[in-house]
C-alpha cells in the first residue's frame, strides 16, 4: 500500500482509502442497502490489516452511526491516532429530515458532535459536504474553518464538490486544502461529465485530491443489471432508470477488463489508482471481503498493462 502526501498539507495518506458511507447503515433510508455492526467494524480491523490508513465519513451518514461505528471499531483496534481520519459537514438531521445549513455556529457544533461520535479531540479534515457555489463565492465557510484551525479542532479542511465549477471557484478562493471529487472508469467513456480538469490546477496550487466514488456506487464491480432490485433505504432504488441504463451500458463497454485473478472491480479501482493528482481514493467498503478485494487492486499491474493484456487476448 503506497502512502501519499495529501496536497501541501502534512496528513500522509494510504493511496486507498476506506469509504464510510455504507457502513452508516440504511435506517435512515440514505445509503447502500442493511449493514451489519459487527461485519462493518470487521471491515475497519480488516482494512487496518491491509494498510488502509485513510478514513473518510460524514456526520449524516446514518445520522451519525458511520462516525460512532467508527471511533469505536478504531477504538477497540487501539489505532485512534494512527490514522487519517476525514469528516464532513453542511448536512443538517437533528430534525429528521436532512437539510444543509452552513451557519458558523452550526459548523463549530456540529464539528463537536462529530468529534464526539468518532471518540477524538480533533480531526485529521474537515470537508464542507457538497456546499452550494454561493456559499463557496461568499467565503465566510472559510473564515469558521481557519477559527477551528488555529483551535487545534482541525488540522485541515477542504471540500467535497460536485462539478468542475464548483472546483474551480474553490480553487480560486485559495482557502481550501483538498478537494473531493468523482472519478472513475466512466470518466473515461463518459469525458463531458469528468471532473479531471481540475487535476492539473489543484496540483499547481498544492491542493490534496481525493478521489470519491472509484466503483460508481457499486456498478463498476459488475454485478448489477437495470433490473436488479434494491432493498428499503439504498439510494440506488431511488436512481431514474435513465441513469441505470446508462450505468449498465457503460460498465458492458469495460466488461472485458475483467481476466482470470482480476476482478472488474480490481481494474477499475487500478484506473483511478494509476492518477498521479490522485493522492487518496476512498472506496466503500461493508464486508472485510469487500476490504481484501480492494486492497488487492493496489498490487496489479498499471492499468495500460491490464488494457494491453486483454487485447492481447481479444487478438488470439
Same mark, same amino acid.
Given at each position: 500500500?503506497?502512502?501519499?502526501? =495529501?496536497?501541501?498539507?502534512?496528513?500522509?495518506?494510504?493511496?486507498?482509502?476506506?469509504?464510510?458511507?455504507?457502513?452508516?447503515?440504511?435506517?435512515?433510508?440514505?445509503?447502500?442497502?442493511?449493514?451489519?455492526?459487527?461485519?462493518?467494524?470487521?471491515?475497519?480491523?480488516?482494512?487496518?490489516?491491509?494498510?488502509?490508513?485513510?478514513?473518510?465519513?460524514?456526520?449524516?451518514?446514518?445520522?451519525?452511526?458511520?462516525?460512532?461505528?467508527?471511533? *469505536?471499531?478504531?477504538?477497540?483496534?487501539?489505532?485512534?491516532?494512527?490514522?487519517?481520519?476525514?469528516? *464532513?459537514?453542511?448536512?443538517?438531521?437533528?430534525?429528521?429530515?436532512?437539510?444543509?445549513?452552513?451557519?458558523?455556529?452550526?459548523? /463549530?457544533?456540529?464539528?463537536?458532535?462529530?468529534?464526539?461520535?468518532?471518540?477524538? +479531540?480533533?480531526?485529521?479534515?474537515?470537508? =464542507?459536504?457538497?456546499?452550494?457555489?454561493?456559499?463557496?463565492?461568499?467565503?465566510?465557510?472559510?473564515?469558521? =474553518? $481557519?477559527?477551528?484551525?488555529?483551535?487545534? *479542532?482541525?488540522?485541515?479542511?477542504?471540500?467535497?464538490?460536485?462539478?468542475?465549477? +464548483?472546483?474551480?471557484?474553490?480553487?480560486?478562493?485559495?482557502?481550501?486544502? %483538498?478537494?473531493?471529487?468523482?472519478?472513475?472508469?466512466?470518466?473515461?467513456?463518459?469525458?463531458?461529465?469528468?471532473?479531471?480538469?481540475?487535476?492539473?490546477?489543484?496540483?499547481?496550487?498544492?491542493?490534496?485530491?481525493?478521489?470519491?466514488?472509484?466503483?460508481?456506487?457499486?456498478?463498476?464491480?459488475?454485478?448489477?443489471?437495470? +433490473?436488479?432490485?434494491?432493498?428499503?433505504?439504498?439510494?440506488?432504488?431511488?436512481?431514474?432508470?435513465?441513469?441505470?441504463? =446508462?450505468?449498465?451500458?457503460?460498465?458492458?463497454?469495460?466488461?472485458?477488463?475483467?481476466?482470470?485473478?482480476?476482478?472488474?472491480?480490481?481494474? $477499475?479501482?487500478?484506473?483511478?489508482?494509476? /492518477?498521479?493528482?490522485?493522492? %487518496?481514493?476512498?472506496?466503500?467498503?461493508?464486508?472485510?471481503?469487500?476490504?481484501? /478485494?480492494?486492497?488487492?487492486? %493496489?498490487?496489479?499491474?498499471?492499468?495500460?498493462?491490464?488494457?494491453? $493484456? %486483454?487485447?492481447?487476448?481479444?487478438?488470439?
Amino acid at each position: 500500500m503506497r502512502i501519499n502526501r =495529501l496536497g501541501n498539507t502534512d496528513l500522509l495518506v494510504s493511496e486507498l482509502g476506506f469509504g464510510a458511507f455504507a457502513i452508516g447503515g440504511n435506517s435512515t433510508g440514505n445509503s447502500y442497502g442493511p449493514t451489519s455492526d459487527q461485519t462493518s467494524i470487521a471491515a475497519i480491523h480488516a482494512a487496518l490489516d491491509l494498510g488502509i490508513t485513510f478514513f473518510d465519513t460524514a456526520n449524516v451518514y446514518g445520522n451519525g452511526h458511520s462516525e460512532t461505528l467508527l471511533g *469505536k471499531a478504531l477504538r477497540l483496534a487501539g489505532s485512534r491516532h494512527a490514522v487519517v481520519i476525514a469528516s *464532513k459537514v453542511g448536512g443538517r438531521f437533528s430534525d429528521g429530515d436532512t437539510d444543509q445549513t452552513w451557519s458558523p455556529g452550526y459548523i /463549530e457544533a456540529a464539528l463537536d458532535a462529530s468529534l464526539a461520535r468518532l471518540d477524538r +479531540d480533533y480531526l485529521d479534515l474537515y470537508q =464542507l459536504h457538497n456546499p452550494p457555489p454561493e456559499v463557496v463565492e461568499r467565503g465566510e465557510v472559510f473564515d469558521v =474553518l $481557519a477559527r477551528l484551525q488555529t483551535a487545534g *479542532k482541525i488540522r485541515h479542511h477542504g471540500v467535497s464538490i460536485h462539478t468542475p465549477a +464548483d472546483g474551480e471557484i474553490c480553487l480560486r478562493d485559495g482557502r481550501p486544502q %483538498t478537494l473531493q471529487l468523482v472519478y472513475n472508469l466512466f470518466s473515461l467513456l463518459h469525458p463531458e461529465t469528468s471532473l479531471d480538469v481540475l487535476f492539473e490546477p489543484a496540483m499547481a496550487q498544492g491542493v490534496g485530491v481525493i478521489a470519491r466514488e472509484p466503483l460508481a456506487a457499486g456498478y463498476l464491480s459488475g454485478r448489477h443489471a437495470i +433490473d436488479t432490485h434494491y432493498g428499503p433505504g439504498d439510494n440506488r432504488g431511488r436512481w431514474p432508470q435513465a441513469r441505470r441504463q =446508462l450505468f449498465c451500458t457503460l460498465v458492458e463497454a469495460v466488461r472485458r477488463l475483467e481476466q482470470p485473478g482480476i476482478t472488474l472491480a480490481q481494474a $477499475a479501482l487500478r484506473f483511478v489508482l494509476d /492518477e498521479p493528482a490522485i493522492a %487518496t481514493t476512498i472506496v466503500g467498503i461493508k464486508t472485510p471481503e469487500q476490504a481484501r /478485494e480492494n486492497a488487492a487492486a %493496489t498490487a496489479l499491474p498499471h492499468f495500460h498493462q491490464l488494457e494491453l $493484456a %486483454t487485447a492481447d487476448c481479444d487478438m488470439r
